[in-house]
């Protein structure tokens, strides 16, 4: 019966592996489990710095003499 969910074989070095296992252990996890989360968790950070990138651009440029007024939106 094929999986449900997509799979990915990581090739990790021995000290990386076992960080991985002692961390899944402490929460009782497996280690599939516990790679999703952490990989879930680097994504949200790259998130946060491409939307920090942004708003600092953002920043940069914004002019209060030419940003619209609260009524002008609503």
């Not at 997509?6 to 990790?12: A, F, G, M, S």
């Not at 946060?48 to 920043?59: P, V, Y």
Request: charged residues 35%.
């Amino acid at each position: 019966m094929p999986a449900k969910n997509p799979r990915i074989n990581v090739v990790l070095e021995k000290p990386l592996y076992k960080s991985v296992q002692r961390l899944a252990e402490r929460e009782g996890v497996s280690l599939s489990l516990k790679v999703r989360d952490l990989i879930k968790e680097a994504l949200e950070l790259e998130e946060d710095i491409g939307l920090s990138i942004f708003a600092e651009k953002r920043e940069r440029t914004f002019s209060k003499t030419k940003a619209l007024k609260h009524g002008e939106v609503w």
